[in-house]
């Protein structure tokens, strides 16, 4: 394997001595925060930053990136290329964030600062000539990180543009819209297939998107970027579209001819990219044989993805079939509106909604549905006692529960259509 950098420096790079180094190794803690301390004294950029992101996040960074040095001296060698994974995940995510390249450079040139000085600060009075020994190791170090660095920041910018970029937004648009996209989809080399599997895909929060010291916005255009990755890399003769919000989005998976995913494939990619988000899926899948069909399944599954909202179902992938029913239901008419009436009771009751969809979508246990819900098996029962004298409608048969689930899509549906609110403020 070559070396990870040209050899700009004629003479052999010497690694700092090793009681230098385990003396530094020692002191990681302190060699960390003064990065860090750099970082905001000399980059404009970085004071901009929440300090509990510099003390979190970015100090990680530079403590990985400090691990790997001190295994590398140790070893007497370069890094080698998965040493630098800490690195290019961080630039990767500097670039997500539109933090200008120059800065991201400069913290690792500070950071190499910091190290050179905290070994300089360990060699003994009279030996300074070792100081002159490794310093060309320091440099040729540097050169591995910033091109590392570099070519991470890059990509990501390049990846970036090409999915936020107007022609591709158009295309994208444009087969979910039905509006002429095999033209544009020539001009930019894209293969479109014969048919897809559309994925109306909603993504629960992240761990990051939660956490008070990351910036929300910051949060969700890396939740969006790491997903579109995943789609990009989803297999399949023809490329997957996705139209991607942090919320989620729809994807649209590719057909081969007049087959298009099944149900396996489809739950398969619907894992990957939850696993790329780094948070839990529940998805809605309706086929569109053709191109020009998509517009109208698109439609179709943000409303069934609604519906499963609306009913409180479990995350998951869900078909089509799997909410006829449901979808049938929310349907205009005399029956709709009637079955609305007999649940509108509930409305001036949030909890009693609220427990009402939950013990539906666990299949009506009870023990299940009350730890859900926090509440005690005997509190549910109540509640439910609750909905039954309040709606007229015995849940201890099957028509009675039918009626219920039917009457929870009604009444959504009702509400929304009436612009009113499905449930009172609370």
């Known amino acids: 394997m070559s070396s990870p950098v040209p050899a700009l420096l004629d003479q052999s790079p010497v690694p700092p001595p090793p009681e230098l180094v385990e003396a530094v190794s020692r002191r990681l803690g302190e060699s960390v925060r003064r990065m860090v301390a750099g970082f905001v004294e000399g980059i404009p950029f970085y004071r901009r930053l929440p300090d509990e992101q510099l003390r979190g996040e970015i100090a990680q960074v530079c403590r990985d990136n400090m691990a790997a040095f001190i295994r590398c001296c140790r070893e007497d060698r370069l890094p080698a290329s998965g040493e630098l994974t800490a690195a290019r995940a961080g630039a990767a995510r500097r670039a997500e964030e539109g933090v200008p390249l120059d800065a991201v450079l400069m913290a690792y040139v500070i950071g190499n600062q910091v190290t050179w000085q905290m070994l300089v600060e360990q060699v003994p009075p009279g030996r300074e000539a070792q100081v002159a020994a490794f310093t060309p190791y320091l440099q040729r170090y540097l050169q591995a990180m910033l091109q590392a660095v570099t070519e991470a920041y890059d990509a990501e910018r390049r990846s970036i543009e090409h999915h936020e970029g107007s022609a591709w937004r158009d295309l994208v648009q444009g087969v979910l819209e ?23 895909l909603q993504l629960g929060p992240t761990d990051d998107e939660q956490d008070e010291a990351v910036d929300v916005d910051v949060a969700g255009r890396r939740k969006v970027r790491r997903v579109q990755a995943a789609v990009d890399r989803l297999p399949g003769r023809s490329a997957a ?22 149900p396996a494939e489809t739950a398969r990619a619907v894992d990957l990219l939850a696993r790329a988000a780094g948070a839990r899926p529940t998805a809605v899948w309706v086929p569109a044989p053709t191109v020009d069909r ?24 869900y078909s089509v079939d799997d909410l006829v029913l449901e979808y049938q239901l929310s349907r205009p008419g005399p029956a709709r509106e009637r079955l ?23 299949e009506r246990n009870r023990r299940e549905a009350a730890e859900a819900l926090h509440v005690h098996p005997n509190t549910l029962d109540k509640r439910l006692d609750r909905i039954a004298t309040l709606t007229g409608l015995d849940l201890s048969t099957s028509r ?23 449930e009172p403020p609370t």
Do not use: I, K, M
Not at 244 to 249: F, H, K, M, T, Y
Not at 347 to 362: F, G, I, K, N, Q
Not at 400 to 422: I, K
């Open 178 to 200: 039905g509006t002429a996209p095999h033209v544009l989809a020539q001009r930019l080399g894209v293969v479109l297939a014969d048919g897809y599997l559309v994925v109306a």
């Open 340 to 362: 609305a009436e007999l649940l509108a009771p509930l409305s001036a009751h949030p909890d009693l909604l609220e427990t009402a969809r939950c013990w539906l979508a666990h």
């Open 294 to 317: 998509v517009p109208h399944a698109a439609a179709q599954a943000g409303d069934l993805l609604e519906l499963v909202r609306v009913l409180g179902r479990r995350p998951g992938v």
């Open 241 to 262: 579209l996705a139209s991607l919000s942090p919320a989620g989005g729809l994807v649209l998976l590719p057909g081969t001819g007049t087959s298009l995913p099944g």
């Open 400 to 422: 009675g529960v039918g009626t219920l689930q039917a009457g929870l899509v009604a009444l959504h549906v009702e509400r929304s259509t009436a612009n009113l609110p499905a």
